[in-house]
């Protein structure tokens, strides 16, 4: 197994924690079920994929994120799971 080297791994660890913090406000908002359920649904396989980097597809991820979630629950929330990513990428200094 490999997993990506550092800035990467630390930028889709940081998505991951910011997506976790996500689900958990709304929950404490009372979001629909369905939102939630969407929310994990779109980032679930993240933490199997990274130690398995060389099967990893971030455009494959990225798209995942925009329909599974962004598209149905983007505009209501006012937070898309792929703004967010791009703000860990950034943030870790990832292009």
Known sequence: MACPAE???GAYLEFLSRVVFHARK???????AA???DLMDAVH???LLLPEWERFDPRWFR????????AKWGAKSGVTLAGMLDDALKHHGVE
Request: no cysteine; glycine share 8%.
């Open 35 to 37: 939102q939630v359920a």
């Open 7 to 9: 800035p990467k791994l």
């Open 26 to 32: 709304l929950g404490w908002d009372g979001a629909p």
């Open 63 to 70: 798209r995942d994120l925009e329909e599974v979630y962004d």
């Open 45 to 47: 396989n993240l933490p």
